[in-house]
C-alpha cells in the first residue's frame, strides 16, 4: 500500500508539473488506536483499522489514492 502511494505520488506529481496544477496530501492519524489494541486485542484494533479505510474508501473519489503508511497513520493523495 505504501509502496503503490509512492509510486502514484511521483506520477501524480509529474502530471500536476506538466499540466499545470496542485496535487494535496493529507496525513490521517487514527487517534487512540494503540489504547484499543491494549484495552480490547489487536484483533479490535485491525477491525478499526478496517471500519477506517471502509469509510476513508467510501468518501474518497476513484482517482484519489488512500494508504495505510503506518500503523495508526493513512495517507490522502487528491488532484482536481
Wanted: aromatic content about 8%; glycine content about 8%.
Amino acid at each position: 500500500n505504501r509502496r503503490h502511494l509512492l509510486e502514484q505520488f511521483e506520477l501524480y506529481k509529474k502530471r500536476a508539473q506538466r499540466e499545470g496544477f496542485y496535487i494535496g496530501l493529507v496525513i490521517l492519524d487514527l487517534d487512540r488506536l494503540k489504547l484499543i489494541n491494549d484495552k480490547y486485542g489487536h484483533k479490535q484494533g485491525d477491525l478499526a483499522i478496517q471500519a477506517f479505510a471502509k469509510t476513508l474508501r467510501s468518501r474518497t473519489r476513484s482517482t484519489d489514492i488512500a494508504a495505510r503508511i503506518g500503523g495508526d497513520e493513512f495517507c490522502l493523495l487528491v488532484s482536481p
